[in-house]
């Protein structure tokens, strides 16, 4: 396996929960950091939510709602969506990164993508 794999992902009223998760390989997810990002139709990649070995970051947009994890031995990383919105409607990727990020909010330094899972969330 050389990519992330992500799953958990469907529809789900507004206020609803979803529980993504994204199966790695011990190469993927060895690195830095891991990380997601989603893209909601028409509009650029954005960051919701990365941790590293020992801290964890947040989009404002989805702070107090998302809770990134991981579990190191199952290689799996998971991101606990609650009191979703439809404007949290988007594909979402996981990514890893093999060395610190300058920046943990950009993609530019996460090298490892996922194919991405859909999330869909109705009014």
């Known amino acids: 396996q050389v990519q992330p794999v992500e799953s958990g992902g469907g529809m789900v009223q507004a206020g609803g929960s979803l529980r993504l998760s994204c199966a790695n390989s011990a190469r993927t997810f060895g690195g830095y950091a891991m990380a997601w990002f989603r893209r909601a139709p028409g509009k650029e990649r954005e960051f919701v939510a990365a941790?590293?070995?020992?801290?964890?970051y947040y989009a404002d947009s989805v702070k107090g709602r998302f809770t990134i994890s991981r579990d190191n031995a199952k290689y799996t990383l998971y991101l606990q969506m609650n009191a979703l919105k439809p404007e949290d409607t988007a594909v979402y990727y996981c990514a890893g990164a093999f060395k610190r990020p300058r920046d943990y909010y950009s993609a530019d330094d996460y090298i490892y993508w996922g194919q991405g899972t859909q999330v869909t969330v109705s009014s």
């Open positions: 941790t590293s070995w020992s801290d964890t």
